[in-house]
């Protein structure tokens, strides 16, 4: 069983910043592709960033240039780090990883953290 927990999110106001974190625990031999999807109120979940095991990152355009997506493989975590905040970043913050188990015969699947708030207010 593989669980990823996030954190960091919270309340902050315009221009400011968050980090954003999310380790992942459990049986794993190795992670492929980490990202960062949102959910704002009556939105779908779109992606925010992804970043794949050799470092190649992309971003929605909407937060190129303000967020960073960043992992270290060591600890199973990725970051987001997203300064200049804007009130239409505000969105449940979602977590997702494609995880290679490490059981016999090796599983692959894709898990997801239960969601951090972050709320930027104007």
């Known amino acids: 069983q593989v669980q990823l927990v996030e954190s960091g999110g919270g309340l902050v106001q315009a221009g400011g910043s968050l980090r954003l974190s999310c380790a992942a625990s459990?049986?794993?031999?190795?992670?492929?592709?980490m990202g960062w999807f949102r959910r704002a109120p009556g939105e779908q979940r779109e992606l925010v960033a992804g970043?794949?095991?050799?470092?190649?990152?992309n971003y929605a355009d909407s937060v190129k240039g303000r967020f960073t997506i960043s992992r270290d493989n060591a600890k199973n975590t990725v970051y987001l780090q997203m300064n200049s905040l804007k009130p239409e970043d505000t969105a449940v913050y979602y977590c997702?990883?494609?995880?290679?188990?490490?059981?016999?015969?090796?599983?692959?699947?894709?898990?997801w953290g239960q969601g951090t708030q972050v709320t930027v207010s104007s």
């Open positions: 970043i794949i095991s050799g470092g190649s990152t």
């Open positions: 997702n990883a494609g995880v290679v188990a490490a059981t016999m015969p090796p599983r692959y699947d894709t898990y």
């Open positions: 459990g049986s794993i031999a190795s992670i492929k592709a």
